[in-house]
């Protein structure tokens, strides 16, 4: 029981990755809050477990209240705050940067920046009052490098990787850790929604194209994705912060 006695928020967990990551969580002996705009989505997790491991808060995580009520939710309901995964995002659509509109280009921008940097300011008390805790901010193979036609998508997971490295470097001394996790390739919604935007007539083709840049030959899975999260939640990685993990099948090897 790796999270024994720890309490974790964790947002977007609706989604493929969330929705792993809250299951090994659990599994490993966490009680946790969970987030998603995603009402229906957010309340099919939910019934996966015990109402004494778990509290289900649907929301937007743009909003300043919403992330300071997930924060309180976890002190009130489990007595606790030790473990942050800040995981909401969305990849925007699939076009050229002169096709790109500055509402599409404000919207990523508000949910995948200003969340995690709004769910970050909104733990750190709570994590100062248990002397340490983990944050760990789902980024992308996109926040390392370019992404041709998700040009703003890119520019939002760079952002958070200069969040992570600064909230690391200002909080390392009182014991709260910050990290990123940087996927590739995995298998979930929005990799169907990027293969349907980069082929309309043939998803199927853009699939095994991106495949083919990946030295493993395929997609990883939200459960990989989920290991290293619980790693980097874990007293395991007690002396790792500011760092950047990539689980890209070795694509950028």
Request: overall charge negative; hydrophobic content about 40%.
């Amino acid at each position: 029981m790796r999270l024994s006695g720890k309490v974790a928020v964790i947002t977007g967990a609706a989604g493929g990755i969330g929705r792993a990551v809250a299951q090994r969580f659990v599994s490993e002996g966490a009680k946790v809050v969970l987030s998603d705009n995603d009402f229906e989505g957010l309340r099919s997790v939910g019934e996966e477990f015990e109402e004494e491991t778990c509290c289900c808060i649907p929301g937007d995580v743009t909003q300043k209240q919403h992330n300071e009520q997930l924060a309180k939710e976890a002190i009130d309901k489990f007595g606790a705050l030790d473990i942050f995964v800040a995981n909401a995002g969305v990849e925007g659509r699939v076009s050229s940067i002169l096709d790109s509109s500055e509402e599409e280009f404000e919207r990523l921008m508000s949910i995948n920046v200003k969340g995690p940097w709004l769910g970050v300011k909104s733990v750190i008390p709570a994590m100062l009052e248990r002397n340490g805790g983990s944050i760990i901010i789902t980024s992308s193979i996109a926040g390392v490098m370019g992404a041709p036609s998700l040009a703003p998508y890119s520019m939002s997971k760079h952002a958070v990787i200069g969040l992570m490295k600064s909230a690391a470097k200002e909080f390392g001394s009182q014991n709260i850790r910050v990290n990123t996790v940087n996927p590739g390739f995995i298998n979930t919604r929005m990799m169907r929604s990027i293969e349907q935007g980069m082929n309309p007539e043939k998803p199927s083709d853009a699939k095994d194209a991106m495949t083919q840049r990946v030295p493993m030959q395929r997609y990883g899975e939200p459960s990989d994705v989920a290991s290293l999260i619980l790693f980097l939640a874990s007293d395991e990685s007690r002396f790792i912060t500011g760092a950047n993990y990539l689980l890209d099948g070795g694509s950028r090897a």
